[in-house]
């Protein structure tokens, strides 16, 4: 079955702190793993995924296929990046009109305090 | 083009009644999915078109929802006689085929009410 998980509902930081957000996946293929983040009152939106191995406002996620893991990083949080979270998968390759859908996980909301 | 854009923002009907909701994709981007939000809930795929053509449709869709692209452009997801279980967020979706696995842009949503 194909299925995203992340174990945390919340979580709270302090400004400065290091942030993990978790997430582990079901998958016997080779998904594409991506997070996506929804700011208060904005759109869901995508901040990054793991085949550009890029890192965006600061945030990092490496892919462990022998974890099925994608945990997204942040050494130092901003207030700024509170905001709910979601990891989520694609099985497709788009190729031949296969569909690229993406399996979200339930969301963790990040609250950086002051 | 200011993004991909949904109508109605919001909806309130009674159980029973038909409702529709209209997306309006990224100009060019010939792919577009419909996902279902439930409260403390990821989206949840409903169904996917490339251009014209609705290419795969998720069990969550029952025979009461039916969703449309004609001419590959704008896409239109009706449910019929609503229940309170249909209350929801539905976001739409768009992409540009060429890329090995695109990104989906998000609409803002429609927030269905069923009383």
């Known amino acids: 079955a194909q299925r995203v998980t992340q174990p945390e509902k919340l979580l709270s930081v302090f400004k400065g702190a290091p942030v993990e957000l978790k997430c582990n996946y079901s998958?016997?293929?080779?998904?594409?793993l991506f997070w996506y983040v929804q700011y208060s009152r904005q759109r869901l939106q995508l901040l990054l995924r793991?085949?550009s191995r890029e890192s965006i406002k600061g945030f990092t996620a490496d892919l462990n296929k022998g974890e099925t893991s994608f945990h997204l990083k942040k050494p130092f949080a901003q207030e700024e990046d509170s905001a709910m979270y979601y990891c989520a998968l694609s099985p497709g390759t788009g190729l031949g009109g296969a569909t690229n859908k993406l399996i979200f996980g339930t969301g963790t909301l990040l609250a950086v305090q002051p | 083009d200011t993004g991909v854009s949904q109508d109605p923002r919001h909806k309130i009907t009674k159980r029973g009644q038909n409702v529709t909701f209209r997306c309006d994709p990224i100009s060019e981007h010939n792919r577009l999915y419909w996902y279902r939000q439930t409260l403390g809930q990821g989206p949840e795929f409903l169904t996917y078109f490339q251009n014209e053509a609705q290419l795969e449709k998720s069990r969550l869709l029952s025979d009461r929802f039916s969703a449309e692209r004609p001419k590959g452009s704008f896409s239109t997801l009706e449910i019929q006689r609503t229940e309170q279980g249909d209350s929801a967020m539905y976001l739409c979706?768009?992409?540009?085929?060429?890329?090995?696995?695109?990104?989906?842009?998000f609409g803002p949503g429609t927030r269905l009410t069923v009383l």
């Open positions: 979706a768009s992409s540009l085929d060429g890329e090995l696995t695109d990104t989906q842009y």
């Open positions: 998958y016997s293929g080779s998904p594409e």
């Open positions: 793991h085949i």
